[in-house]
């Protein structure tokens, strides 16, 4: 059974950290990434990681703030997240690719995906 399961979400002050969790089972992947959106935008890109060389993807806005990195079990993947903003609120939701042709930033390339998990984060 596939499976996408995100834990971490919640509610934070501005300046606060938070960490989310991505555990996949039932399927092999390429590259996981997470994706988030916001109340009245349009999904975008957060982050991503080759399990190839653990190579990892930023967006602008999250860059030297949140790392993605290798769980301790295979298939998973957290993102910590720190000096949160008021702007990061959003749903957040982790995605796998399973086929290798994926392009990190683009949603459409990404093949199996989670529930999603919220995180607000107040000013």
């Known amino acids: 059974q596939v499976q996408l399961v995100e834990l971490g979400g919640g509610l934070v002050q501005a300046g606060d950290p938070l960490r989310l969790s991505c555990a996949a089972s039932?399927?092999?992947?390429?590259?996981m990434g997470w994706f988030r959106q916001a109340p009245g935008k349009e999904r975008e890109f957060v982050a991503a990681i080759w399990w190839r060389d653990d190579r990892t993807y930023y967006a602008d806005s999250v860059k030297g703030r949140f790392t993605i990195s290798r769980g301790h079990a295979g298939n998973t993947n957290y993102l910590q997240m720190n000096n949160l903003k008021p702007e990061d609120t959003a749903v957040y939701y982790c995605a796998a690719d399973i086929d290798g042709s994926w392009s990190y930033g683009s949603s459409g390339t990404y093949d199996y995906w989670g529930q999603g998990t919220r995180v607000t984060v107040s000013s």
């Open positions: 039932g399927f092999s992947s390429y590259a």
